[in-house]
């Protein structure tokens, strides 16, 4: 066998060697809470109020989005992280999403990271219910001390009055919402029933398909977007943008995050209006 061949074989046997941390590479296994419609009960459950951040996958060797993006996180940022999993939302303070996604997903770290604070939520796949293993993160940082680290406070509902209350003062600072869980459970990653979130209105996420021109004193700018929801709907959001989105619309295949107030007999979100862009 000729050299060249010897060095293809070679290559072609690392490749192989390889294909299974390719094929593993993907979105961390995540919990995702369901909607609180008013109906469920939740007295006994833990409330704490819904940071509107960029969630941060601690897989214990480094930091990924939602979709299984690596988070180019500065070391001093991640060095007194667990080798465990840890879930939380990466944030500086309410109404300051933009600020945020720009620092948290910048492929270069800049200086605004030592703004930035991971707030620990969940501690997935330790063994417990949830204070259990949300004091398994309590233990470890009491321990290796890291000042960007909080864990959120989570405070016993005593029902829908208390949390009704919860809700309308963190509204009330500006907060996005509210996540109540059951304590009792297990982790378990996906859609749950047992961990809900609050709040007034409701949101979801769309995929830009068409770019509609605006008339009158839009001339010349987007009038609206056509989005395509995860289940195949497809409707123009025309409604919520800045003038800078008009000037400079969300590109076609980005993911855009709008909130609305229930259906239409079609599907369609009603009173859609658009709130930000999602990098992650």
Not at 37 to 63: C, F, H
Not at 70 to 97: C, M, Q, S, Y
Not at 232 to 259: E, N, W
Request: overall charge positive; proline content about 7%.
């Amino acid at each position: 066998m000729s050299a060249g061949l010897v060095r293809t074989a070679i290559a072609a046997l690392a490749l192989i060697g390889c294909l299974p941390a390719l094929l593993s590479a993907g979105p961390p296994l995540l919990q995702h809470p369901g909607t609180y419609t008013g109906n469920q009960g939740v007295a006994g459950w833990l409330m704490s109020e819904k940071l509107d951040g960029i969630r941060g996958y601690w897989t214990g060797k480094q930091l990924l989005t939602r979709q299984g993006r690596v988070i180019h996180a500065p070391a001093w940022f991640t060095e007194k992280l667990p080798p465990f999993a840890l879930d939380g939302e990466l944030w500086r303070k309410r109404n300051d999403f933009a600020f945020v996604q720009q620092t948290v997903l910048d492929t270069e770290p800049s200086k605004n990271w030592r703004e930035i604070t991971y707030n620990i939520f969940e501690v997935p796949v330790a063994d417990g219910d949830f204070p259990a293993r949300l004091d398994k993160a309590v233990q470890w940082f009491g321990a290796h001390p890291a000042p960007q680290v909080r864990i959120i406070e989570q405070i016993a509902c005593q029902g829908t009055d208390h949390l009704d209350a919860f809700l309308g003062s963190i509204e009330s600072m500006g907060g996005e919402g509210v996540v109540v869980k059951d304590p009792s459970l297990p982790f378990q990653a996906g859609r749950s029933a047992h961990v809900l979130k609050v709040k007034n209105f409701r949101d979801m996420e769309g995929t830009v398909i068409a770019h509609n021109p605006g008339k009158g004193k839009f001339e010349g700018m987007l009038g609206s977007l056509t989005l395509r929801l995860e289940n195949g709907i497809q409707f123009k959001l025309g409604t919520g943008f800045t003038l800078a989105h008009r000037k400079a619309p969300p590109p076609i295949g980005s993911s855009v995050t709008f909130k609305y107030h229930g259906f239409t007999r079609n599907g369609v979100p009603r009173f859609a209006s658009f709130m930000r862009v999602r990098r992650d």
